[in-house]
């Protein structure tokens, strides 16, 4: 017997591509419901070959739902994911709402799903941060190798990271710079055509912004507490894809061709790494892929045991959706969850 899944915040970024990615990864589904705002009832969404109507998220009775895939933003879950846990479902939430949360996984199957059976305490899992996400595919295998120290990393991430709204306030930015038109800046708080942002998301005390902590505090969470992390997050005029340019210092001795070696085997990783013009991975390719493409290895001679690297992911799919539904896989494949019985 197949699964009922819910996608809640259907109609955005995140949420079309999880209907995508549902389709594609022929997950065992029997019926998938679309779930938005109520401004969005009505609204078709595409699921494979199918077109689903959304459905209002507050007037939905989730009491035979087995899976909900939740990208409607943190507020929504902060109010929506206990109750829909309660009714039975797990969530599994692509929001910073329980990110931190001590009872709810932090999960990148790749690197640490065994610790997705602690889910049953809330019934919530939570999806990490884009940006996080790729870095620690490319961090755990390493990690198992040498023992990471230290990181630096800077992030080169698109637009649409931040939605819909900000992918159209870069096209109508770029058109309006070849047109000679005023440009408009809503989303962003300085242009972002033909410009790079050093800011993403709110200010902290300390001057890191809220997504450089959060790069901090769940690469911790995910792979060791014990890792040092600094980041800067810098938003860039891509419209997918996130970069990132990684300095890793370890505790044990590590070439730049036995890491090659290590990463070529590793799962999610895919090493492009020619020493020549193109023999690397950017975000242009990365687009519509699953994996976490790594090129530039190189070692570091700046401190004893160190290594840079550049790693490039389609922060849409392992970022958020393909993240998610590879969680709904674990919990399908170890047996942590069943599907329940339907009403005839």
Not at 9 to 16: D, S, W
Not at 165 to 172: G, H
Request: charged share 25%.
């Amino acid at each position: 017997m197949g699964y009922k899944v819910a996608v809640v915040g259907a109609t955005g970024n995140v949420g079309r591509e999880m209907l995508n990615i549902l389709d594609e990864r022929k997950f065992p589904a029997d019926e998938v419901v679309a779930l938005a705002s109520r401004r969005s009832v009505g609204v078709e969404v595409s699921y494979g070959d199918r077109t689903l109507k959304c459905k209002a998220l507050e007037h939905y009775d989730f009491a035979d739902i087995d899976i909900c895939l939740m990208s409607a933003g943190g507020s929504v879950s902060k109010e929506w994911s206990p109750k829909i846990g309660a009714a039975g479902a797990v969530v599994i939430d692509n929001s910073s709402a329980w990110r931190m949360d001590a009872d709810v996984p932090l999960i990148v199957p790749e690197v640490n799903a065994d610790a997705t059976a602690g889910f049953t305490k809330k019934n919530i899992i939570a999806n990490p941060n884009c940006s996080t996400a790729q870095l620690v595919v490319a961090l755990k295998p390493l990690h198992d190798a040498a023992t990471i120290k230290r990181v630096v990393v800077s992030t080169y991430q698109s637009v649409s990271g931040a939605g819909k709204d900000a992918m159209d306030e870069l096209f109508s930015q770029t058109k309006a710079v070849y047109t000679n038109d005023e440009l408009v800046a809503k989303k962003f708080p300085k242009r972002i055509a033909f410009n790079v942002i050093p800011h993403i998301d709110v200010f902290m005390e300390d001057g890191f912004t809220k997504e450089e902590w959060k790069m901090m505090a769940e690469t911790k969470k995910i792979l060791d507490p014990k890792i040092k992390l600094t980041a800067t997050c810098v938003r860039v005029p891509v419209f997918v894809g996130h970069s990132e340019a990684v300095n890793i210092e370890f505790e044990k001795p590590i070439s730049a061709d036995e890491a090659r070696e290590i990463l070529r085997k590793a799962p999610g990783c895919l090493v492009i790494d020619k020493q020549e013009p193109g023999g690397y991975a950017t975000p242009y390719e990365a687009a519509g892929e699953d994996a976490t493409y790594i090129s530039r290895i190189r070692e570091d001679a700046t401190v004893e045991n160190g290594l840079a690297l550049w790693c490039v992911s389609d922060n849409l799919r392992k970022g958020a959706a393909l993240n998610a539904i590879q969680i709904a896989e674990v919990l399908i494949n170890r047996k942590l969850i069943s599907a329940k019985q339907k009403a005839a």
